[in-house]
């Protein structure tokens, strides 16, 4: 599954620009997401320097998104075109959860829907 995820107080606490610190579960989160296969697109709205602060900053903790901002190449290679808009299977965004962000229980939704999949295909 590709999975696009939010920088700003999704995988870190902010106040745009400053970064505060780790939403709890965040990067162990993520980092297991690429364990089980799946591809992880940093979607975010920072660019520029902030964009750069943000992907250093998660390198730091031992996270590197497959991508940023954009398709993996397998997307591109199957569409055979780039558009604008993200694809991902799965959005995680502070913006559009009911409550507070639960890694822990949005890793479990990911392993089911993963599963689902498989048995469906």
């Known amino acids: 599954m590709i999975i696009a ?10 106040t745009f620009p400053e970064i505060h ?3 709890a579960g ?5 980092n297991n ?8 697109i ?8 902030y964009l ?3 992907v250093r900053w998660l390198a730091e903790r031992g996270f590197t998104p497959d991508c ?3 398709h993996s190449e397998k997307q591109l290679t199957e569409w055979g075109t780039d558009p604008r ?3 991902a299977d799965i959005y995680i965004d502070d913006r559009n959860a009911l409550c507070k962000i639960d890694w822990k229980r949005l890793e479990q939704f990911v392993k089911e829907k993963s599963e689902i999949e498989r048995l469906t295909l």
Do not use: P, S
């Open 5 to 14: 995820v939010d920088f700003d107080n999704t995988i870190a606490r902010t």
């Open 21 to 23: 610190g780790e939403i």
């Open 26 to 30: 965040a990067i162990g989160a993520l």
């Open 33 to 40: 997401f690429q364990c089980a296969g799946h591809t992880v």
């Open 42 to 49: 940093l979607w975010t709205c920072r660019e520029g320097k």
């Open 52 to 54: 750069d602060e943000a």
């Open 68 to 70: 940023v901002n954009c």
């Open 85 to 87: 808009k993200v694809g």
